[in-house]
């Protein structure tokens, strides 16, 4: 396919032109159903709310909160007015709010009660401490020196120094549709719409800014590959602050005309009680969400047999959890998606007609238009098939760069325009790429190079074990030593002396972890990515040496 010069203003009005009596949002938890025809509207309320605030072309808002039907709301509204979307990770504590609103030039935060063990509205309330005094519209903070308004999305009974949502809806009753439409038609396809922070599993924070015509396209191609069409209901239970969320998940259905079924966060159980009752066609998720809705002990009591296809993404893909969806889940067409936010995010995706052997051994091929090649990460020269290397891709999906990090950007942007991912893989003679890990990942041992992905490949044949990550801790002899982190099947018990015997004669002895940990639950970004990063930390400092090392 050749790239196509879309605002994301003018895709969902193409698509409402079309399909305005189709479904468009569901939200279960939220009692709301709209159709194209009604969502759009919604977009246009909000959207000349926004203008009515004061929200220019090019203005930062970051909206901090979970899968609420006001973040489809906003994601649209604002990429029509030419507002740029800053999304705020759910996890996010005051210090972490603080840098990314500071470091993002935010001039207006939407945000939600809470979520999970973070209580946002104290936490804004204790960074802005005279907001109880403050009017709406003139927040006056001296560590944010560009914001000025807050939003509240919620029920409360009062909500000082903040407008609430429906503020900002009556708000756009005095913006007329001359005054709006004016404004939609000031967007260009190359204007950043998006700002995404890259925390993930590893750095500081960097905003990566987005275009309309990066994200647009990524979200169409990934809705060609998936077959995404009208008839089509996703279940979006992924975070829509990720791009697994809002590009490969709302835009793809608002490319292809298809209905957003949108959780608010992701529940197991209740992710299949949804399926099952709104009849979805689609799932995507990570690794982990599948393995969670797999192992519920009532899994077989819900009715999957309405979906299809899916993604699954954002983190290597064991086979026997792929093998499941397949038949368990009845999603014979899921398909496996790699890439990372710095490309839109995704560079490559298994095809639904391709064999199952490809389809959970690599990461697929190319998409359309996007150059992708294995290069020394030392030299940066091209290796040959089948070598590893670092995985590099270059197209008009790759960011506009990092935000006021123009160093950073350098350093992941080379001359010849090829974004550097970080990741080890390999290409063989038919174009499929495969993962072997992250630079950072690799354990070195005695001078040896160690695959993380491939012990824990090895590790999953092993009916006790529900999942493992492997990870390289400080050594002072050998400078890394291997240790596992498996989370086992309920009611078995293994020990490590087990484990070792289950390796020894069918993996290198220097690859047989040294160290072995039992753990209940891995520690994960809200996107369900693991954070191997802190699984070092902890377990460096249990066995003796600390993790900075690293």
Not at 327 to 334: E, Y
Not at 469 to 481: A, F, L, M, S
Request: glycine share 8%; charged share 20%; hydrophobic share 40%.
């Amino acid at each position: 396919m050749a790239f196509k010069r879309l605002t994301i203003g003018k895709a969902l009005y193409d698509t409402v032109e079309k399909y305005p009596d189709h479904e468009a949002l569901v939200c279960p938890e939220f009692g709301v159903r709209l159709t194209y025809k009604q969502f759009y509207q919604k977009c246009r309320e909000v959207a000349s709310g926004l203008i009515a605030l004061g929200v220019k072309k090019g203005d930062h808002v970051s909206v901090w909160a979970t899968n609420v039907p006001e973040w489809v709301y906003l994601q649209f509204s604002l990429g029509m007015i030419g507002g740029v979307l800053v999304t705020v990770n759910t996890s996010y504590k005051s210090h972490e709010l603080e840098y990314q609103l500071k470091q993002s030039d935010s001039t207006t935060l939407f945000m939600i009660e809470g979520y999970r063990d973070s209580n946002y509205y104290q936490i804004v309330r204790e960074l802005i401490p005279n907001l109880d005094c403050a009017q709406p519209g003139m927040v006056n903070a001296s560590k944010l020196p560009m914001l000025k308004n807050i939003v509240y999305i919620g029920k409360r009974d009062a909500t000082p120094g903040m407008f609430t949502f429906n503020d900002i809806v009556l708000l756009g009753n005095s913006i007329t549709d001359e005054t709006l439409d004016k404004r939609i038609s000031e967007c260009d396809v190359d204007d950043v719409i998006n700002m995404q922070y890259t925390s993930g599993t590893t750095g500081f924070p960097k905003g990566v800014m987005l275009t309309h015509y990066n994200i647009v396209n990524n979200g169409l191609m990934v809705g060609d590959v998936m077959g995404t069409s009208p008839h089509d209901k996703l279940l979006i239970h992924v975070p829509l602050f990720h791009c697994f969320g809002c590009v490969m998940s709302t835009l793809n259905c608002i490319t292809h005309g298809a209905a957003m079924v949108v959780m608010e966060s992701f529940d197991p159980l209740k992710s299949l009680q949804v399926v099952a009752s709104e009849k979805c066609t689609a799932i995507n998720g990570v690794p982990t969400m599948f393995i969670a809705m797999l192992n519920l002990p009532d899994f077989n009591n819900y009715d999957m047999s309405s979906l299809r296809t899916g993604i699954m993404a954002g983190a290597p893909c064991p086979v026997e959890t792929m093998n499941q969806v397949r038949t368990l889940m009845h999603c014979p067409d899921i398909v496996i998606a790699f890439g990372q936010t710095e490309s839109s995010p995704v560079m490559t995706m298994t095809r639904r007609d391709d064999p199952v052997s490809l389809r959970v051994s690599t990461i697929g091929r190319l998409l359309p238009d996007i150059e992708g090649k294995i290069v020394d990460p030392e030299t940066g020269e091209d290796l040959p098939p089948n070598t590893q290397g670092e995985i590099v891709t270059r197209s008009a999906c790759v960011m506009k760069g990092y935000y006021k990090m123009p160093e950073a950007t350098a350093n992941a942007i080379d001359k010849d325009g090829w974004l550097h991912t970080g990741d080890l893989g390999s290409v063989d003679e038919n174009g499929y790429f495969k993962v072997t890990g992250r630079i950072k990942d690799m354990i070195i041992r005695g001078g040896e190079n160690i695959y993380p992905r491939e012990i824990e490949e090895f590790l999953l044949t092993n009916q006790n074990i529900q999942d493992v990550q492997v990870i390289g801790i400080p050594d002072e002899k050998y400078g890394e030593q291997v240790l596992a982190a498996i989370q086992l099947k309920e009611g078995q018990s293994p020990s490590a002396e087990e484990m070792i015997a289950f390796c020894t004669g069918k993996i290198a002895r220097h690859k047989i972890p040294k160290y072995w940990e039992f753990v209940k639950t891995f520690p994960l970004t809200a996107s369900g990515k693991v954070q191997k990063y802190k699984l070092r930390e902890m377990f460096a400092s249990k066995y003796g040496m600390a993790a900075s090392v690293f």
